[in-house]
């Protein structure tokens, strides 16, 4: 399997940085799917990348229309999961026979299901997907998942800054290790990503979500960095009911997290002061990802007949306030 046309949909921090560092691999034609200024930048200046004491210019084909770009071997999804429907509507001429769909996005995807959960299999996600759109508009059969560990900002439209971490979990939905995840897990490392190939993706997209499903709301919450929040008693209480809940979550479902909340808040402690997404998010009035963070939490929680007292409170704080700034739909 050969991966020559290779499009991004969704060319921020993430997407960039990805797009960039696989055009650097023979043969790679890349496309973007962006819209105003980043759309005029990538035209105009191409895609540029900022890596330490080094930029490097990627040359790319931007448009506005996926039809304009057509059938790809490799389609790159790496927006924030409000923007998802729109996409599902759009991505259809990306997609051929063949094609494979890496998402690359945080939270729990609409996918995460999907051939997976013992009796709960194929359950349908409404928090992420509630009418089924993006399902039908993203065959099974064409989703690779991926978990990104890495660092990465906007300085201006169609100029990301790479600050640290290399890494990308790949996998199948349904598990396993398919022929094509093998050819993409080696492409990807001879890119020069410290990529992974996961036999349970969903462990891995778990894993990360325990992390940032409540740093995240509670710092768009009360405006406060990752270290205030980790410093108040009260709330560091708060935050590892909220994860505790999502741990006997993962445990029910097969996907055991092996550690305590403070071995997790010890992890995010190194990471020193950072605003996350979701606070960036809110400071800019862009759409929140609670649904994927939060929301998805609390429904697999009644799927699978778990309580999640703490997770509903975190939600309806959340979502109220995201609301009352016009940052959620009511």
Not at 34 to 50: D, I, P, V
Not at 53 to 75: E, I, M
Request: hydrophobic share 45%; glycine share 10%; net charge neutral.
């Amino acid at each position: 399997m050969t991966f020559s046309k290779i499009c991004i949909y969704g060319a921020g921090a993430i997407g960039g940085w990805i797009g960039a560092r696989l055009t650097q691999r023979p043969g790679v034609t890349l496309s973007v799917v962006a819209r105003g200024e980043t759309l005029q930048q990538l035209q105009t200046h191409g895609l540029q990348l900022h890596s330490g004491d080094q930029t490097q210019h990627a040359k790319v084909q931007a448009s506005a229309q996926p039809a304009a770009l057509g059938v790809q071997d490799l389609v790159i999804i790496a927006v924030k999961a409000p923007s998802l429907l729109d996409v599902s509507k759009q991505i259809q001429p990306l997609i051929g026979p063949n094609t494979i769909v890496m998402t690359a996005m945080n939270g729990v995807p609409w996918w995460f299901l999907q051939g997976f959960g013992g009796v709960y299999a194929n359950t349908p996600l409404k928090s992420v997907d509630p009418h089924g759109e993006i399902a039908t508009a993203i065959p099974a059969q064409h989703v690779i998942g991926c978990v990104v560990h890495a660092s990465c900002s906007l300085r201006a439209p169609g100029q990301v800054q790479h600050h640290f971490g290399n890494g990308l979990v790949i996998g199948e939905p349904a598990g396993g290790s398919s022929a094509r995840v093998q050819a993409l897990h080696q492409f990807l490392r001879d890119a020069g990503f410290d990529a992974t190939l996961s036999e349970r993706i969903q462990k891995d997209v778990w894993y990360k979500l325990w992390g940032n499903m409540t740093i995240n709301p509670i710092s768009a919450l009360t405006g406060a960095t990752s270290d205030k929040i980790l410093n108040d008693p009260n709330l560091l209480g708060f935050v590892s009911a909220v994860m505790l809940e999502a741990k006997a979550i993962g445990a029910a479902m097969g996907i055991a997290i092996d550690q305590q909340p403070e071995d997790r808040h010890a992890v995010t402690r190194k990471l020193g002061a950072f605003k996350t997404s979701m606070l960036q998010d809110v400071q800019a009035k862009r759409a929140v990802e609670l649904d994927a963070l939060v929301g998805a939490v609390q429904e697999l929680g009644q799927i699978i007949k778990v309580p999640t007292p703490f997770t509903d409170a975190l939600m309806g704080l959340a979502r109220l306030q995201a609301q009352e700034l016009g940052l959620y739909p009511r």
